[in-house]
T-cell receptor, first 115, second 110 residues
Framework: DAGVIQSPRHEVTEMGQEVTLRCKPISGHDYLFWYRQTMMRGLELLIYFNNNVPIDDSGMPEDRFSAKMPNASFSTLKIQPSEPRDSAVYFC?????????????FGDGTRLSIL | GQSLEQPSEVTAVEGAIVQINCTYQTSGFYGLSWYQQHDGGAPTFLSYNGLDGLEETGRFSSFLSRSDSYGYLLLQELQMKDSASYFCAVRAGSARQLTFGSGTQLTVLP
């Protein structure tokens, strides 16, 4: 079975440019999470969706960040305009339900570098 | 909010046993999970404890004491491939999301 698929795997762009990260969750999973990982801040939740509806976006750092989930099989995280401090690894994860013991399945991440 | 503490680094030799501790402060606690992440890779789920006691999965075991707000991950018969970062994570209150600790970098030496 296919896991969570993220694209692109690597992205290098200049500051000020728009960046769009993409995620395809595991089929049938009803929760989707976007995380950012840096050495300084660790693994932090940005936003999560349940049945395509954003539930909690309190982790989104600024208005420059936006996320959408137009259908059950696709989500995007957009940064516009991008800044060097946005450089990080961005992970998407999905889960079937959000019960305490439900594991989250992570994609391989997008390594973003803003020059 | 939630906070978790775990050691930043642990070193052990191949074949040994290592324990990675995690203490947490939270309200409405629902369980403690453990994830493994190799360098350059994605976090992968290892284990979950919802009740006090020990859960065993092969060479890995995880323990929880809710009264002490404490848990640990025990890795036995260490192998080189176990070198990775290990994260504890809690789900608490009405939150559906996990809050992750800062991770413990395990280095296994030959």
């Amino acid at each position: 079975d296919a896991g969570v698929i993220q694209s692109p795997r690597h992205e290098v762009t200049e500051m000020g440019q728009e960046v769009t990260l993409r995620c395809k969750p595991i089929s049938g999973h009803d929760y989707l999470f976007w995380y950012r990982q840096t050495m300084m801040r660790g693994l932090e939740l940005l936003i999560y969706f349940n049945n395509n509806v954003p539930i909690d976006d309190s982790g989104m750092p600024e208005d420059r960040f936006s996320a959408k989930m137009p259908n059950a099989s696709f989500s995007t995280l957009k940064i516009q305009p991008s800044e060097p401090r946005d450089s990080a690894v961005y992970f998407c994860a999905s889960s079937l339900g959000a019960g305490s013991g439900q594991p989250q399945h992570f994609g391989d991440g997008t390594r973003l570098s803003i020059l | 909010g939630q906070s978790l503490e775990q050691p930043s680094e642990v070193t052990a030799v191949e074949g040994a046993i290592v324990q990675i501790n995690c203490t947490y402060q939270t309200s409405g606690f629902y369980g403690l999970s453990w994830y493994q992440q190799h360098d350059g890779g994605a976090p992968t789920f290892l284990s979950y404890n919802g009740l006090d006691g020990l859960e065993e999965t092969g060479r890995f075991s995880s323990f929880l004491s809710r009264s002490d707000s404490y848990g640990y991950l025990l890795l036995q018969e260490l192998q080189m491939k176990d070198s990775a970062s290990y994260f504890c994570a809690v789900r608490a209150g009405s939150a559906r999301q996990l809050t992750f600790g800062s991770g413990t970098q395990l280095t296994v030496l030959p």
